[in-house]
């Protein structure tokens, strides 16, 4: 069975701060890894990892993959208040038609 | 430029009432899925379809029925509501069956159900 892990469950830091939220993973023929964010609503799209040690950016979030000891991590660099959402980690399967997700890190900028 | 359209997004029932989450999206995605969220659970797949008049079982089926007759459309029926199934219920497509290939899940808003 699919088992992804993320940590820490929760997260408190004060804007500017940089924070690395954690996941790992287990699955049968790994494909992909995906981060999602959460705020009051719909999750949306982060990123899509599928080599590891290619880091894929997008302004201030940063993610990597590392398939040999099946985690990533999902960098934010000088936190802002609209980062505070729940942070979303997923694993896909070649074959697979079900995504498994984890349980969240739930990430709070204070300002 | 609607996506995933989620409808009713708040809902009461009374134990043993049924209903239907309707989900429609304008993508022209093959594949659509139902997924619950509940606190330190994550998101748990309850159904998902890879094409019209196709479906199958997620990870938590029981309770819940259901059908895909058009690509567009993917209701979510909860055949006699429990109290156990208050939960807020999202509904997610992709252009591909393939989760976790090129084409990542888009989610509707979510419905919050609450049965008594």
């Known amino acids: 069975e699919d088992k992804v892990v993320q940590s820490p469950l929760s997260l408190v830091v004060h804007e500017g701060d940089t924070v690395t939220l954690n996941c790992s993973y287990e699955?049968?023929?790994?494909?992909?890894l995906l981060w999602y964010k959460q705020e009051k609503k719909a999750p949306t799209f982060l990123f899509m990892l599928t080599s590891s040690g290619i880091e894929k950016k997008s302004g201030r979030l940063s993610s990597i993959l590392d398939k040999k000891e099946l985690f990533s991590i999902l960098n934010i660099t000088a936190t802002q208040t609209g980062d505070s959402a729940v942070y979303l980690c997923a694993v896909g399967g070649f074959g697979n038609e079900k995504l498994t997700f984890g349980t969240g890190t739930r990430l709070t900028i204070i300002p | 430029n609607a996506g995933v359209t989620q409808t009713p997004k708040f809902q009461v029932l009374k134990t043993g009432q049924s209903m239907t989450l309707q989900c429609a999206q304008d993508m022209n995605h093959e594949y659509m899925s139902w997924y619950r969220q509940d606190p330190g659970m994550g998101l748990r797949l309850i159904h998902y379809s890879v094409g019209a008049g196709i479906t199958d079982q997620g990870e938590v089926p029981n309770g819940y029925n259901v059908s895909r007759s058009t690509t567009e459309d993917f209701p979510l029926r909860l055949l006699s509501a429990a109290p156990s199934q208050t939960s807020v219920y999202f509904c997610a497509s992709s252009y591909t069956p393939q989760q976790g290939s090129g084409s990542p899940l888009h989610f509707g808003n979510g419905t919050r159900l609450t049965v008594t």
């Open positions: 699955v049968t023929n790994f494909r992909s």
